[in-house]
């Protein structure tokens, strides 16, 4: 199964009155892609050089169960498929 496939799938299987929009579609695409943004910088730790001092902890520390490393990526394919959706309109 593609990650569209199962973005797909796990969208269908939202009740409808949870996919509803309650803000303007361009600002809820912009913000996820500054969410992705977010996401690629802050996934990995950060270390110091020759170290390996911990700097900085990353979101990585919650557990990829909870948080996948690829979370960045369905976001962005999620923003790619909505506009999409809406230039077919």
């Known amino acids: 199964m ?4 199962s973005l797909n799938a796990l969208a269908r299987a939202l009740p ?22 977010f996401f690629e910088r802050y ?3 950060e270390r110091a050089p020759g170290t390996d001092a911990l700097i900085r ?3 990585e520390s919650v557990g990829a ?3 996948p490393p690829d ?3 369905r976001i962005t394919t999620l923003v790619e498929l909505v506009q999409a959706a809406k230039t077919s309109c």
């Open 16 to 37: 409808s009155e949870r996919a509803r929009l309650r803000i303007p579609l361009h600002v809820l695409t912009g913000e996820a892609i500054d969410v992705a943004r």
């Open 57 to 59: 902890p990353g979101l």
């Open 65 to 67: 169960e909870r948080l």
């Open 71 to 73: 979370t960045a990526e």
């Open 2 to 5: 593609t990650m569209v496939d």
């Open 43 to 45: 996934h990995r730790a």
